[in-house]
């Protein structure tokens, strides 16, 4: 049986959570990386050449730039090396690579290490169809105003890219943005040291065919032919962009060339080169594994991510446009005016709520003459029962029963059992009902196959803005899905703060359900699969004191948001059931289910992705989405807000409730389905009560 206990924080896997989110976040700004490193135009003015040593800048096209011994090499004679830049390309290296095959030339192709990681069967390709591998960069990064570490960093992790796809580490480097060797300037020169210090060999051009610049092929191949006999290193891209210019280009190009005496190869063969691609030892090939299956994560992380957007928009949309339309069925509803003249007796109750119980009492008191109030006191240790007890000396009507502390569930039962009306309303010890709301939860009983009426809760304690935030979601969430619900006749809950029942229903169901945390959701379900009606009734006011503190709100929605999961695990059942319990099975708990559980889940990690987005090239269309899902949030909460005839100026807080308010209920249904999926038990955690709503 649920018994009261002294509140404590619930364990929640906060680093867990905490490790989730970090890791989807890292995985996102690593797609961002990979997916935004094809590069541009160089714009950088070329400065001073002072350090450039002569005999660099006026050799050939490869060179070998130690700082002790830098020297160059040339392609031979009418030989000629074909580059390729910037891929591997998912739809252009193919087709370059076939149209060397046709024309039986070998080339290097020099890849980007984001690309690479990409498409790392791309680069096995390459080398399978004996061509050469080159590095050039991991992000295009210009490495002559990169600094010594980022220059590094580049580098090292193409390298490291390339032995986990392929096996190997390659010698020959070509800088992006780079041209021939008499465009050489300062920094380009002492880029090109560090590389040489590392033992690599920095790839130039003798040639550009200017393909990027999708001259058409005619131009491509102008450009691209040799002047005079000299050898040359021709520079062209197989990635960066539509590449069909230059894959027509090749067609055309290599048999012209070649029947005027002209010879292909790799840079390495064009220049007389060995060794330029070593067999990448174990620790590398790991490493490299290691980074291509992050990148490969990333990527499906972000695309994931974007189909859960997605959805998480489209259920939000239907959210709005299923509450549009059963709040306007809703207020159509003629609902029956006068009350049937029964007496009616209120059950509170009670466990240390010396605070608020005396205004609770007097409260339902108010509501007539015929209403009987029972105060179950459950093992209070404040002096609540002394405080009914002197309230009962004056007032007839009013009764108090005492009993050991067994938890709300078995209070509810003690004063079910001494009721002698048809009639019950149950309310919580730190309630209070406003005037008329009795008569108003009563007259819905005027149809037989009612059994239970779902009273309108809202928050007393909204004076600051944690309680207005509660405030919002009250009325914009629980009392706007229960005008859903009515219409649909599928009501999952009728609240603990204030609901109406028929006593003989309640008691054939078994009385209040002891076993879940959530015995007022328990007990409606349990009333429709018994085929009894549960209805909503707006005008039926009570206010109640909301948790005061974060700790205490997460308390108290963490025994929630588990108990729901466990009344819905309860009546699981009642799906393939006919009536009232089909209605709940396929209407209530589906709609439950999607925007109390799916979206929770799913809503972090699209949050994360859309403060990720407005860093990135997305950031305007990040910004309208997010400026359109608030549309969507505001356009019910304020239909809502005149419905109950409550002032829109609280509404100010709900932005910056998105930020706050919605992730802490985020997590707790993430802990709450965790701890329900490892099969823990959660004790009662009863709120510190500091009658908030005195007048």
Same mark, same amino acid.
């Given at each position: 049986?649920?018994?009261?206990?002294?509140?404590?924080?619930?364990?929640?896997?906060?680093?867990?959570?905490?490790?989730?989110?970090?890791?989807?976040?890292?995985?996102? *700004?690593?797609?961002?990386?990979?997916?935004?490193?094809?590069?541009?135009?160089?714009?950088?003015?070329?400065?001073?050449?002072?350090?450039?040593?002569?005999?660099?800048?006026?050799?050939?096209?490869?060179?070998?730039?130690?700082?002790?011994?830098?020297?160059?090499?040339?392609?031979?004679?009418?030989?000629?090396?074909?580059?390729?830049?910037?891929?591997?390309?998912?739809?252009?290296?193919?087709?370059?690579?076939?149209?060397?095959?046709?024309?039986?030339? %070998?080339?290097?192709?020099?890849?980007?290490?984001? =690309?690479?990681?990409?498409?790392?069967?791309?680069?096995?390709?390459?080398? *399978?169809?004996?061509?050469?591998?080159?590095?050039?960069?991991?992000?295009? @990064?210009?490495?002559?105003?990169?600094?010594?570490?980022?220059?590094?960093?580049?580098?090292?992790?193409?390298?490291?890219?390339?032995?986990?796809?392929?096996?190997?580490?390659?010698?020959? !480097?070509?800088?992006?943005?780079?041209?021939? $060797?008499?465009?050489?300037?300062?920094?380009?020169?002492?880029?090109?040291?560090?590389?040489?210090?590392?033992?690599?060999?920095?790839?130039?051009?003798?040639?550009?065919?200017?393909?990027?610049?999708?001259?058409?092929?005619?131009?491509?191949?102008?450009?691209? @032919?040799?002047?005079? /006999?000299?050898?040359?290193?021709?520079?062209?891209?197989?990635? &960066?962009?539509?590449?069909?210019?230059?894959?027509?280009?090749?067609?055309?190009?290599?048999?012209?060339? =070649?029947?005027?005496?002209?010879?292909?190869?790799?840079?390495?063969?064009?220049?007389?080169?060995?060794?330029?691609?070593?067999?990448?030892?174990?620790?590398?090939?790991?490493?490299?594994?290691?980074?291509?299956?992050?990148?490969?994560?990333?990527?499906?992380?972000?695309?994931?991510?974007? !189909?859960?957007?997605?959805?998480?928009?489209?259920?939000?949309?239907?959210?709005?446009?299923?509450?549009?339309?059963?709040?306007?069925?809703?207020?159509?509803?003629?609902?029956?005016?006068?009350?049937?003249?029964?007496?009616?007796?209120?059950?509170?109750?009670?466990?240390?709520?010396?605070?608020?119980?005396?205004?609770?009492?007097?409260?339902?008191?108010?509501? #007539? $003459?015929?209403?009987?109030?029972?105060?179950?006191?459950?093992?209070?240790?404040? #002096?609540?029962?002394?405080?009914?007890?002197?309230?009962?000396?004056?007032? $007839?009507?009013?009764?108090?029963?005492?009993?050991?502390?067994?938890? %709300?569930?078995?209070?509810?039962?003690?004063?079910?059992?001494?009721?002698?009306?048809?009639?019950?309303?149950?309310?919580?010890?730190?309630?209070?009902?406003?005037?008329?709301?009795?008569?108003?939860?009563?007259?819905?009983?005027?149809?037989?196959?009612? *059994?239970?009426?779902?009273?309108?809760?809202?928050?007393? /304690?909204?004076?600051?803005?944690?309680?207005?935030?509660?405030?919002?979601?009250?009325?914009?969430?629980?009392?706007?899905?229960?005008?859903?619900?009515?219409?649909?006749?599928?009501?999952?809950?009728?609240?603990?703060?204030?609901?109406?029942?028929?006593?003989?229903?309640?008691?054939?169901?078994?009385?209040?359900?002891?076993?879940?945390?959530?015995?007022?959701?328990?007990?409606?379900?349990?009333?429709?699969?018994?085929?009894?009606?549960?209805?909503?009734?707006?005008?039926?006011?009570?206010?109640?004191?909301?948790?005061?503190?974060?700790?205490?709100?997460?308390?108290?929605?963490?025994?929630?948001?588990?108990?729901?999961?466990?009344?819905?695990?309860?009546?699981?059942?009642?799906?393939?059931?006919?009536?009232?319990?089909?209605?709940? &099975?396929?209407?209530?708990?589906?709609?439950?289910?999607?925007?109390?559980?799916?979206?929770?889940?799913? *809503?972090?990690?699209?949050?994360?992705?859309?403060?990720?987005?407005?860093?990135?090239?997305?950031?305007?269309?990040?910004?309208?989405?997010?400026?359109?899902?608030?549309?969507?949030?505001?356009?019910?909460?304020?239909?809502?807000?005149?419905?109950?005839?409550?002032?829109?100026?609280?509404?100010?807080?709900?932005?910056?409730?998105?930020?706050?308010?919605?992730?802490?209920?985020?997590?707790?249904?993430?802990?709450?389905?965790? @701890?329900?999926?490892?099969?823990?038990?959660?004790?009662?955690? %009863?709120?510190?009560?500091?009658?908030?709503?005195?007048?």
């Amino acid at each position: 049986m649920t018994r009261h206990r002294r509140p404590s924080p619930p364990k929640a896997h906060w680093l867990l959570l905490s490790a989730i989110l970090a890791v989807v976040a890292g995985l996102l *700004a690593l797609d961002a990386v990979v997916t935004g490193a094809d590069g541009g135009e160089d714009t950088s003015p070329p400065g001073p050449a002072t350090t450039v040593p002569a005999q660099v800048r006026g050799g050939g096209a490869v060179i070998d730039p130690r700082p002790a011994s830098p020297a160059t090499a040339r392609a031979r004679d009418h030989t000629i090396a074909l580059t390729f830049d910037d891929g591997p390309d998912p739809v252009w290296t193919p087709r370059i690579l076939d149209a060397l095959d046709r024309n039986g030339a %070998k080339a290097t192709f020099f890849v980007t290490g984001a =690309r690479a990681a990409q498409y790392p069967d791309l680069v096995r390709e390459i080398l *399978a169809r004996g061509h050469e591998i080159g590095n050039h960069t991991a992000t295009h @990064t210009d490495l002559s105003t990169a600094s010594g570490f980022r220059a590094d960093l580049e580098i090292r992790t193409t390298d490291l890219v390339l032995a986990g796809t392929a096996g190997v580490i390659p010698a020959l !480097v070509r800088p992006p943005y780079s041209s021939t $060797p008499d465009g050489l300037d300062d920094r380009d020169w002492a880029a090109a040291q560090r590389l040489g210090a590392d033992g690599k060999l920095v790839v130039l051009s003798d040639v550009d065919s200017q393909d990027w610049r999708r001259p058409g092929a005619d131009a491509i191949i102008a450009n691209a @032919t040799p002047a005079g /006999n000299n050898g040359a290193v021709v520079l062209m891209h197989d990635g &960066g962009g539509d590449r069909a210019q230059t894959v027509e280009a090749l067609d055309r190009l290599i048999p012209e060339l =070649r029947s005027h005496g002209w010879t292909f190869g790799t840079v390495s063969e064009s220049v007389g080169l060995s060794g330029t691609q070593a067999a990448a030892p174990v620790r590398a090939r790991v490493g490299g594994w290691l980074l291509v299956f992050a990148v490969g994560a990333a990527e499906f992380t972000a695309g994931a991510l974007f !189909v859960l957007t997605v959805v998480a928009t489209v259920l939000a949309l239907l959210r709005t446009v299923l509450l549009g339309v059963t709040t306007s069925l809703h207020a159509r509803r003629r609902r029956p005016r006068e009350a049937p003249d029964q007496p009616v007796t209120v059950i509170i109750p009670a466990y240390n709520e010396r605070e608020g119980i005396e205004w609770a009492v007097r409260s339902a008191l108010a509501a #007539g $003459p015929r209403v009987q109030v029972i105060v179950v006191d459950d093992g209070s240790t404040d #002096g609540t029962d002394a405080l009914v007890e002197r309230i009962a000396r004056r007032r $007839p009507n009013v009764r108090l029963i005492r009993q050991a502390n067994a938890g %709300k569930a078995a209070a509810l039962n003690t004063g079910l059992a001494a009721a002698h009306t048809e009639l019950v309303v149950l309310m919580d010890g730190d309630t209070v009902l406003e005037p008329g709301s009795v008569p108003a939860l009563v007259r819905n009983f005027a149809d037989p196959a009612v *059994a239970a009426v779902s009273g309108n809760a809202k928050v007393g /304690n909204r004076g600051r803005l944690l309680g207005r935030w509660q405030h919002i979601e009250y009325v914009c969430g629980f009392n706007l899905d229960r005008r859903l619900y009515d219409v649909l006749e599928c009501m999952p809950t009728v609240p603990g703060a204030v609901g109406a029942f028929r006593r003989s229903a309640v008691l054939r169901v078994g009385g209040v359900p002891t076993d879940t945390l959530a015995e007022d959701t328990d007990l409606t379900m349990a009333l429709e699969r018994g085929g009894w009606r549960v209805v909503y009734e707006e005008e039926a006011r009570a206010l109640t004191e909301a948790p005061a503190t974060l700790a205490e709100l997460w308390t108290q929605r963490y025994r929630w948001c588990y108990g729901t999961l466990q009344s819905v695990w309860k009546h699981r059942h009642a799906v393939a059931e006919r009536g009232s319990a089909g209605r709940l &099975g396929r209407r209530g708990l589906p709609y439950l289910l999607l925007f109390q559980v799916l979206l929770p889940i799913v *809503a972090p990690l699209v949050d994360v992705a859309a403060v990720f987005g407005l860093f990135t090239g997305d950031r305007w269309l990040v910004l309208g989405a997010w400026l359109a899902f608030l549309t969507l949030q505001a356009i019910p909460a304020v239909v809502a807000f005149r419905l109950d005839r409550e002032p829109l100026r609280p509404l100010l807080a709900l932005p910056l409730q998105q930020f706050v308010y919605r992730q802490l209920m985020y997590l707790v249904v993430l802990q709450s389905l965790s @701890t329900a999926l490892a099969g823990a038990r959660l004790p009662w955690h %009863k709120l510190p009560r500091r009658g908030l709503l005195k007048p």
